[in-house]
Each structure stands twice: as structure tokens, then as C-alpha cells.
T-cell receptor, first 113, second 116 residues
């Protein structure tokens, strides 16, 4: 079956530091890949997505590239802010499975001023 | 504005009671989903529905029930058979597969259920 593995947190950073959250996946088909973000007490919001190999998703200074050869979709941001403190989820969507999302376990990021 | 509304935001239940969580969307989405989130963990799929009057079990359906009588609504009932119901419940929706949908889900703000 499909699965998503992402690095465990918490990740604690200082403001303006570089952030990387690793994500790898296992899928039988050609999934779409997503990063969702969850702020405290809220639901999930889509941060960025990529639908095919070598696509790069980007939003709010975050980037992730769909790497089919390494089955990875690592999230990066060059200079984090306190407002980036949240839980980040990597996920894949398998069209063959009715577009159900499979989520990784989430990575909590804490940015200190 | 279009979106997904979950209610109540917080709910307390005594053991042995059934409770129903509401989820309404005005995005005209065909598919709707219920996920459960436990502290420090990822999301697990409880039930999903791709069309009115039809739904399928997800990975952890035991102790839960749903209905999909209207396109806009997908209520989740947590029954007394659910052994550990305290959790954060998230409802989501999406357009149907096969209509150019890449799989993006739109989420509500969640309902936190606590069993006393």
C-alpha cells in the first residue's frame, strides 16, 4: 500500500534560519504530492503541491520538488519566521485509490525569535 | 465565502453516549472525508464518500458511522462502541476524481471530542 514517511519533530529553529523537512513516499502508481500546514487549534491548509516528477511546488517562501528517482518531496524554506511555527504534513494522493490522501506523521516546527 | 464548517468546535461526552459531529460544505464538492488526529500523530481516514447516498470505510471505521443524504452534508457519529474516542476530528472535501482533480483536500477547522 501507499505510505509517507517524514522526519519526526519537533524541529526548533531561530528566526531567519534555513528549514528542511524530509519526506519520502511509497506508492504503486504516480501520485500527486502535497505539503499541508496546521496552525495550533486549526484544520489543515494546503501549502504547496506537485503533480508529476520534477515539478516544483512553491508558496509563501516554501519549496518542494517531486523527485521520482528518490521518491522524495522535501520541504525547504530559506529564512523562517516566528509565524511559520506549525505542524507540517507531507501527503500523497493516489488517483487509483479515489484520490484518498495518505499522510505522514507530521513534523512540528517551532521558530524562536 | 465558500468553505467547510464543522460543529461543534469542542464537545464533551460521557462514556456510553453516542455523539454526532456536523460537517457542511458549500464548495459544491462531490467527495467528503472524515479524519481522526491524535496528539503528535498524523491523520487517519475514518470514512469517505464520493457521491450522495454512498460511502466507504477508511482505515479506522470501527465504532463510527456516517450518512450522506445531501451533497453538502457528511455527519459523523461516534458511537459507544468506539473504545478510545477522545481525539481531534477533521472533515474535508474535494472535487471528484477524474475531473482534473489532483487530489487536493479542503479541510474544516476541526472538532475536538473529549470523553469524560
Amino acid at each position: 500500500g501507499n505510505s509517507v514517511t517524514q522526519m519526526e519533530g519537533p524541529v526548533t529553529l531561530s528566526e531567519e534560519a534555513f528549514l528542511t523537512i524530509n519526506c519520502t513516499y511509497t506508492a504503486t502508481g504516480y501520485p500527486s504530492l502535497f505539503w499541508y500546514v496546521q496552525y495550533p487549534g486549526e484544520g489543515l491548509q494546503l501549502l504547496l503541491k506537485a503533480t508529476k516528477a520534477d515539478d516544483k511546488g512553491s508558496n509563501k517562501g516554501f519549496e518542494a520538488t517531486y523527485r521520482k528517482e528518490t521518491t522524495s518531496f522535501h520541504l525547504e524554506k530559506g529564512s523562517v519566521q516566528v509565524s511559520d511555527s506549525a505542524v507540517y504534513f507531507c501527503a500523497l494522493s493516489d488517483r487509483a485509490a479515489g484520490n484518498k490522501l495518505t499522510f505522514g506523521g507530521g513534523t512540528r516546527v517551532l521558530v524562536k525569535p | 465565502d465558500g468553505g467547510i464548517t464543522q460543529s461543534p468546535k469542542y464537545l464533551f461526552r460521557k462514556e456510553g453516549q453516542n455523539v454526532t459531529l456536523s460537517c457542511e460544505q458549500n464548495l459544491n464538492h462531490d467527495a467528503m472525508y472524515w479524519y481522526r488526529q491524535d496528539p503528535g500523530q498524523g491523520l487517519r481516514l475514518i470514512y469517505y464518500s464520493q457521491i450522495v447516498n454512498d460511502f466507504q470505510k477508511g482505515d479506522i471505521a470501527e465504532g463510527y458511522s456516517v450518512s450522506r443524504e445531501k451533497k453538502e452534508s457528511f455527519p459523523l457519529t461516534v458511537t459507544s462502541a468506539q473504545k478510545n474516542p477522545t481525539a481531534f476530528y477533521l472533515c474535508a472535501s474535494s472535487i471528484s476524481p477524474g475531473t482534473g482533480n489532483t487530489g487536493e483536500l479542503f479541510f474544516g477547522e476541526g472538532s475536538r471530542l473529549t470523553v469524560l
